[in-house]
């Protein structure tokens, strides 16, 4: 286990990261109304550190897929879909969730409400879903065990989930723990964990996944909503919200906050 970084270390470095990336916050375009930038980063040993707007809600939208499949893994054991990510292997999960829980979108607030210790998790309106066409298509298949109308309906519920950046990190901290949750039992396997990792580097950044892993080099996700999440393992997990997108579908400000992040503090996988 590496040392804890000390609270002045983390909000010198948030503060440097916060002024470089300013000039970034109104690029790109949004999904959403809102506008600005929030970034936090939770620490294994409890620290939260956070700048700007770290405390805005901001809709999770394909962040809950990291989330969801940890959370389908750790209730059945089968192995899941290659990858959780893109829109099928999304879907499975869900379903695979809602098989075992009866309530797919409502299992996963419960359970980022006891990873994160808000309990007063809110929802934005859930809207419609491009894997809706999808779902069709694979419905008269024995890819999925419930109803298709009822896995969209769920898939959508979960990326409608509201979250703060503080939220996000203090949540996602399994993943930097090796698979133990909030209350210091074990959620997952270090193999299953590992391997969320590994998906995360690979996979996480839609297109961008490859110059994302050679500009930031850190495990991490991004949503529609302008949220990234980002795992330093062992020592962190940071979340960084700004809603401007670039054509990838990732937050300009938000990758160029990690990509500052991981300069000023040295941390990445490589």
């Given amino acids: 286990m590496l040392e804890p970084a000390p609270r002045p270390f983390l909000r010198t470095a948030l503060d440097e990261v916060c002024e470089q990336v300013q000039p970034l916050v109104d690029l790109g375009q949004s999904t959403v109304e809102s506008h600005g930038f929030g970034m936090a980063v939770a620490t294994v040993d409890g620290e939260l550190c956070g700048v700007g707007d770290y405390q805005v809600p901001f809709p999770l939208r394909s962040l809950a897929k990291v989330f969801g499949f940890a959370l389908a893994h750790a209730v059945d054991s089968r192995p899941g879909p290659q990858n ?50 999808l779902a069709q298509i694979i419905a008269g298949s024995d890819v999925l065990d419930n109803p298709v109308s009822t ?76 949220g990234i999440i980002a795992v330093v393992p062992n020592r962190c ?32 996988v490589f």
């Fill in 84 to 133: 959780p990510f893109d829109p099928l292997g999304a879907l499975v999960t869900t379903d695979r969730l809602l098989s075992r829980t009866g309530d797919a979108a409502g299992a996963l607030r419960a359970f980022l409400a006891a990873q994160s210790g808000n309990h007063s998790i809110a929802d934005e309106p859930a809207g419609t879903s491009a894997n809706s066409a």
């Fill in 151 to 226: 896995v969209v309906d769920h898939f959508n519920r979960q990326g409608a989930i509201a979250m703060t950046c503080a939220d996000l990190a203090t949540a996602a901290l399994f993943l930097a723990r090796g698979g133990v949750g909030a209350d210091g039992t074990r959620l997952l396997a270090r193999e299953a964990t590992r391997r969320l990792n590994a998906i995360m580097l690979v996979c996480g950044m839609y297109d961008g996944a490859g110059e994302f892993a050679y500009r930031v080099g850190l495990p991490a996700k991004s949503g529609s909503g302008g």
């Fill in 237 to 268: 997990v940071v979340c960084v919200w700004s809603p401007g997108l670039d054509a990838c579908g990732n937050s300009v400000a938000g990758v160029a906050a990690l990509e500052a992040f991981s300069t000023v503090t040295g941390w990445s």
